[in-house]
């Protein structure tokens, strides 16, 4: 018996791997070339051979060829490391994560990372911890505490930490291991690229003549690509190309489109006592605290709170997103001397701003595409990279215990140009001269007018003709279950910090109690309308200048400047108190509710908006859940013009079925209503203002969306609605907008595919179909007059538009 079994061994050993043997190997086999490359083609874009008889489905493998090589083959299980393994896991995650081309994008860079490349748990900080979505400081201050009485050792050590919730350890667990990582010096990268025409989010204006305009431009199309390489955590070195749609090609002085950028990042430096976290040179972003005083980011995310997925990345960070404007390009570094943690930094890049004909410059500017000269070229002077900017700043932290912590932020901007705010000269159609501070619809132009001037020098530059100074104190404190947070800052307009005399401020402060099943967030925020900081990213509901005349593109001199309000990164000067909870009544019942009760500071404006979940899961694989918003502004004001109240229903209904697919069914129902406003209306006939006037606005909108999973590496989503009105959505990857007089279909389809383990692709169509608009003259005549006679006249408006995006990512 022993000597069967030593020639089975040996005969087995004889026996080609289907699964690990290289070209050569396979060659050994009665195969020809084409079923020798069919094989490895198969391994490379199928995946392992999981039996024998998985040869059959390869087309060029007759059933002869198959009786073969069956005995003379043999399959050996496929174990990958950790680092694939963990991917492969969490796949389903990754998939979102590398859509994610905006607001989060670095955030979702950090993700990915560590979900490749683990840290050990028992070397994270509190604020390598802070930078993870849904953990809270309680959770975070619980793990350190825990790192104090010993090493973690493994999951059940985790799990069992005082203090920390389930949902922080699951949320958590994915991203570290256990002990030193072996392969920390391995060598790995990827690459990705978008290509994209989606016109819908591109137009800052509802106005038909611009948006047509905006629309139109289409070529060339949204081209980006990032490359990203690693040496284990230690070394990291990224780079990226992107232009937006429309932007055409530029080389000239200084101005350049499309953009490139790039950095190198070294982690973990130790030189004795004091430690490097983190040195990067190129291009980077950095944010602080609560944002408040300084977050460089293009993008405005409203209700961004700094807890669970609203939370905010805190430190320096390699940049190659999508970010054009705010982006920072030189050096920066961050270290930890015993409790003390510092961060500092220094950048010189150019901005796009509005020039003035006296060549000092109005305000900057965030434009999508990015525009020499205006949609129009109704502007004289050039805006892209037309101001050079020099920041230079800090943060400094002391940690008193694990969670409580002292922390101090500055910065200095220097321009290039005189910093002049000039409204009429500059930015205004001479249309809107005469409505500027004056229009009772735009009754929030004083933001416009508290916008900060300067044209100071500095001895740090001596290039420098304005000057912009900003400074604030941040804390923070975990008492067992319970975070306290906050952070104040002020701008230093006379630019001495000794005289704080008329210096406008802004304060954000928070208090965040989490259960396993509860948690509860209150924050109050007080801006000054004189706090123009453009690097504040701080929670508010609206951006900076909603309610002004940059809101109406008929009233500025070229369409492109109403990228002033509606691509601001910058919160609106509010004063109020936001609460929200979250709670698990029951294993298949969940409640979520947010109330905000604020100021607009511009004009007094008080807001009221409520909202409530309900998420009922009778059994696992059926979902209900119903949302209901209330909203309104000066509701109590009788008197006021610029009343409104919005009441908003959404039902959605999901079937999860076998192999993850899932059936979601959803209705959505809203009415808007406002203070009749007859300037609105425009009477057909005669093309002057209506009498009658416009109170409300209702909206509807019924779809479905369908997912299937072909098999384990092709997945298919589509989706079908009808809508009327303002409509919001989330699909796919993106946010939609939706907003039309008419009825429209709208749909989209999207196909993602793991064409090999490293390899996927991600395409995706949509489309609007619109009914035609049509309007009725003569229709409204005294009554019993004789002469009715109505006529339709149809107006001319594209009814169908639509889009496409491209993504592939490549992992090695």
């Known amino acids: 018996m022993a000597l069967v079994g030593i020639v089975q061994a040996v005969a087995s050993d004889l026996k080609i791997d289907l699964n690990t043997a290289d070209e050569a190997e396979l060659a050994q086999l009665p195969l020809t ?28 493998i ?15 299980p496929v174990f990958l490391e950790e680092s694939q393994r963990r991917v492969e896991d969490n796949y389903y995650k990754v998939e979102q994560w590398i859509s994610d081309d905006g607001a989060s994008e670095n955030t979702v860079n950090t993700w990915i990372d560590m ?53 922080g350890f699951s949320n958590l667990e994915d991203f570290i291991r256990y002990t030193d990582d ?7 990268g990827s690459f990705s690229t978008v290509v994209k025409n989606i016109t819908l989010s591109q137009t800052p204006s509802d106005d038909a003549d611009s948006y047509s305009a905006f629309v139109r431009l289409n070529h060339p199309l949204d081209t980006y690509y990032k490359l990203r390489l690693h040496w284990g955590a230690k070394y990291r070195l990224e780079g990226s190309y992107l232009r937006n749609m429309g932007e055409q090609t530029i080389y000239y002085d200084d101005t350049k489109i499309p953009q490139f950028k790039a950095f190198f990042e070294m982690n973990s430096i130790k030189l004795g006592p004091l430690k490097l976290n983190k040195v990067i040179v190129g291009d980077y972003v950095a944010g602080f605290g609560q944002g408040v005083t300084f977050e460089a980011t293009d993008f405005f995310m409203p209700r961004k709170t700094g807890y669970g997925f609203r939370n905010r990345l805190n430190g320096i960070s390699g940049n190659t997103s999508r970010i054009t404007q705010y982006g920072l390009r030189g050096v920066s570094a961050e270290a930890q001397y015993g409790n003390f943690i510092g961060a500092g930094f220094f950048s010189l890049n150019r901005r796009d701003a509005v020039i003035n004909d006296d060549q000092s410059f109005s305000t900057l500017i965030t434009m999508y595409p990015r525009m020499t000269h205006g949609l129009y070229n109704n502007m004289p002077n050039n805006m892209i990279n037309s101001v050079r900017e020099m920041v230079i700043g800090g943060n400094a932290k002391y940690s008193f215990i694990p969670g409580t912590y002292l922390g101090f932020t500055i910065y200095q901007s220097m321009y290039d140009r005189e910093l002049d705010l000039q409204v009429t000269e500059s930015l205004l159609d001479p249309s809107g001269y005469s409505k500027y501070l004056t229009q009772i619809g735009n009754s929030a132009d004083d933001e416009i007018a508290a916008s900060y001037e300067s044209s100071a020098t500095a001895s740090l530059w001596s290039a420098a003709k304005a000057v912009r100074r900003v ?10 279950n319970l975070t306290l947070q906050g952070e104040y800052a002020e701008l230093d307009k006379n630019l001495k910090l000794g005289n704080r005399t008329k210096d406008p401020g802004a304060l954000v402060l928070s208090g965040y109690l989490q259960f396993d099943n509860l948690n509860f967030l209150m924050l109050y925020r007080d801006y000054d309308l004189g706090f123009d900081n453009p690097y504040q990213r701080s929670y508010s509901n609206y951006q900076r200048f909603k309610g002004t005349i940059y809101e109406d593109v008929y009233y500025l001199r070229d369409p492109s400047l109403a990228y002033l309000y509606s691509a601001t990164a910058q919160p609106q000067a509010e004063r109020g108190l936001y609460l929200s909870t979250r709670y698990q009544l029951h294993r298949s019942l969940i409640v979520t509710a947010e109330q905000d009760i604020w100021t607009r500071v511009a004009d007094n404006a008080q807001y009221y908006r409520t909202v409530v979940n309900l998420e009922y899961r009778p059994v696992f694989k059926y979902r209900f859940k119903i949302r209901q918003k209330w909203q309104h502004r000066d509701k109590t004001n009788t008197l006021t013009p610029v009343f409104y109240q919005a009441n908003e229903t959404r039902m959605e209904a999901t079937m999860r079925m076998s192999r993850y697919n899932q ?36 909206s509807d909108a019924l779809g479905m969306t369908l997912t299937h999973n072909v098999n384990d590496r092709i997945k298919v989503l589509s989706s079908l609605m009808t809508y009327s009105g303002f409509f919001w959505n989330f699909e796919d990857t993106d946010f939609r907008i939706f907003n039309t007089e008419t009825r429209a279909l709208h749909g989209w389809v999207a196909v993602f595919s793991r ?12 489309f609007d179909l619109h009914n035609q608009m049509d309007n009725v003259v003569g229709g409204l005549i005294d009554i019993g007059a004789g002469d009715s006679n109505p006529v339709v006249k149809e107006v001319y408006y594209d009814n169908f538009y639509s889009d496409f995006r491209i993504q592939l990512d490549y992992r090695f």
């Open 33 to 60: 070339r084409q079923q020798v490359e069919d094989i490895l083609y198969w391994r490379e874009y199928t995946g392992a051979f999981e039996s024998i008889y998985d040869l059959k489905n390869i087309k060029s």
């Open 62 to 76: 007759d059933h002869e060829t198959f009786l073969k090589i069956k005995e003379m083959t043999k399959r050996s």
């Open 115 to 167: 979900l490749s490349n683990p840290v050990n748990v028992n070397n994270l900080s509190f604020f390598e911890m802070r930078n993870l979505a849904g953990l809270a400081p309680g959770d975070a201050v619980a793990i350190v505490r825990r790192q104090r009485q010993g090493d973690i050792k493994n999951r059940t050590d985790l799990r069992s930490t005082e203090g920390l919730t389930y949902y």
């Open 182 to 188: 072996d392969g920390a010096h391995d060598f790995g």
């Open 471 to 480: 400074y604030g104190l941040e804390f923070s404190t975990v008492i067992r």
């Open 663 to 698: 059936l979601k069914l959803f209705y959505s129902i809203s009415f808007t209503e406002f203070t009749p406003r007859s300037r609105l209306v425009v009477n057909a006939e005669t093309g002057s203002t209506s009498y009658i006037g416009n109170a409300g606005s209702p």
């Open 755 to 766: 064409l090999s383990r490293d390899l996927s692709i991600r395409l995706k169509y949509s």
